[in-house]
């Protein structure tokens, strides 16, 4: 066997042994990716809520929060969260999910809304790949909270949510954009807007 048969008969089967350890990895350390991606899901919804919970609790204390304060019910066809803090009859607020395509990659969130499903009590985005100290901070706490007690229609009835140059946000439901991010603002205007106008066909279908 010459010497570039046995190198390229090297590389095949280190090539093999690499990919199945890599496959093998990935499907030992899945459980705890999942485990890891629903506990931040469940902490930026009970955030978004206004729960008494931090970026620091435990994640056990999460899920036994969850299944105890939170049920689970539909608003406009999509499967959202009811917040019964103490089992409370009627919910304090409701989060809803949302999602869509950023500049790099997707982008997920939850939307939370007083009872009367216009007002927004919190929003938060904590799945996205947006580019750092640029598009990414959206999630940071200072975009984040400016959406608290903004509303999800303009002063005209119309549904959806505005983001404008930094320091015009002056109508209910105008909050300021990311300086130097134009682009994932306005994805992240588009996904809002279209929640916002989802939600309000379905209050105006009896949803």
Not at 70 to 88: C, E, K, N, T
Not at 113 to 119: A, F, I, K, S, V
Not at 176 to 186: E, L, Q, Y
Request: one cysteine or more; aromatic letters at 6%; charged letters at 20%.
């Amino acid at each position: 066997m010459n010497k570039s048969l046995r190198t390229l008969l090297f590389a095949t089967v280190l090539g093999v042994v690499c990919s199945s350890l890599l496959v093998g990895v990935t499907q030992v350390t899945r459980p705890f990716r999942e485990a890891n991606e629903k506990a931040e899901r469940v902490r930026n919804t009970l955030i978004a809520l206004e729960a008494p919970v931090t970026a620091r609790t435990p994640a056990a204390e999460l899920l036994v929060l969850f299944d105890r304060d939170i049920r689970l019910q539909d608003q406009a066809g999509i499967p959202s969260f009811a917040y019964h803090p103490g089992g409370v009859d009627h919910p304090v607020a409701i989060a809803v999910p949302f999602g869509g395509a950023g500049v790099w990659g997707p982008i997920e969130g939850i939307l939370a809304l007083e009872p009367d499903m216009q007002t927004i009590r919190g929003v938060r985005f904590y799945k996205q790949e947006e580019t750092p100290g640029l598009g990414g901070e959206i999630a940071s706490v200072a975009f984040q909270d400016q959406f608290k007690g903004k509303r999800i229609r303009a002063a005209d009835g119309q549904p959806g949510v505005r983001l404008v140059a930094a320091g015009a946000a002056s109508g209910p439901n105008t909050v300021d954009a990311i300086t130097g991010a134009t682009m994932t603002s306005g994805r992240v205007e588009e996904m809002l807007t279209t929640l916002a106008r989802r939600l309000h066909n379905g209050k105006e279908d009896g949803q």
